[in-house]
């Protein structure tokens, strides 16, 4: 597609239940991010793939949380036994560039899923 | 602390106003700098990238400046229209690490 795909955009679920959240980048782009955006914040890092592999899962903020992009395009966060305080935008990004390490290109970011856990 | 600290929090300002926004970063060394535009209820969308050794960055009404010595950028932008309302985020690179850094961002109002 033309741009960063994301769904579903709005999710309800029920504290303890389970989520998993889609993402379907640009079509090329190697490199594949996960961010949580509270309400009011900047988002906040989660994890990075590189075609399947995933590099940094450092921001992952408890082992509820897996991300998974087994073929090197789609890719889903799954949230296991939600909790209130994973209520959040979680946005997913793409690029073509990530050089020596670093993120070098531009970034393309999806709408974001608003999950909200009551 | 946060790494990126903005400011203002939030802005007013009168269609046609000129503003700027602030941000200023501890990341160090870093490989670029970011400024986004970031609408309600949508994702953040690229206004310009600056490395370490660019001063400047324009893409129309927008001009970003850095100063890699102070740690310091600012956003300025040009004869405001209503569609500029919306939160602006600056976001550091660091030279090592696909991790970046956001501040919290400036909520823009431009109202007629």
């Known amino acids: 597609g033309a741009g960063v795909s994301q769904s579903p955009r709005y999710k309800v679920a029920k504290r303890g239940q389970d989520v998993a959240l889609r993402c379907d980048p640009i079509?090329?782009?190697?490199?594949l991010f996960w961010y949580q955006q509270a309400l009011g914040q900047g988002p906040e890092f989660l994890t990075y793939?590189?075609?399947?592999?995933?590099?940094?899962k450092s921001g992952l903020p408890s082992d509820r949380f897996f991300a998974e992009r087994p073929e090197g395009s789609v890719s889903t966060l799954k949230i296991q036994r939600t909790q209130q305080e994973d209520s959040a935008v979680y946005l997913c990004?793409?690029?073509?560039?990530?050089?020596?390490?670093?993120?070098?290109?531009?970034?393309?970011f999806g709408e974001g899923s608003r999950l909200t856990v009551l | 602390k946060n790494q990126v600290e903005q400011s203002p929090q939030s802005l007013i300002i009168l269609e046609g106003k000129n503003c700027t926004l602030q941000?200023?970063?501890?990341?160090?060394?870093?490989?670029?700098l970011r400024w986004y535009k970031q609408d309600t209820g949508r994702g953040p969308v690229s206004l310009t990238i600056m490395t370490f050794s660019e001063n400047t960055k324009s893409n129309g009404r927008y001009t970003a400046t850095l100063d890699a010595d102070t740690k310091q950028s600012s956003l300025h932008i040009t004869a405001s229209q209503l569609s500029d309302s919306a939160s602006y985020i600056c976001?550091?690179?660091?030279?090592?690490?696909?991790?970046?850094?956001f501040g919290k961002g400036t909520t823009l109002s431009v109202s007629s």
């Open positions: 976001v550091v690179t660091p030279e090592a690490g696909t991790a970046l850094i």
């Open positions: 793939f590189q075609n399947e592999a995933q590099l940094d």
């Open positions: 990004a793409s690029s073509l560039e990530v050089t020596g390490g670093s993120v070098t290109g531009e970034l393309f």
């Open positions: 079509s090329g782009h190697v490199s």
């Open positions: 941000c200023n970063y501890t990341v160090s060394p870093f490989s670029n």
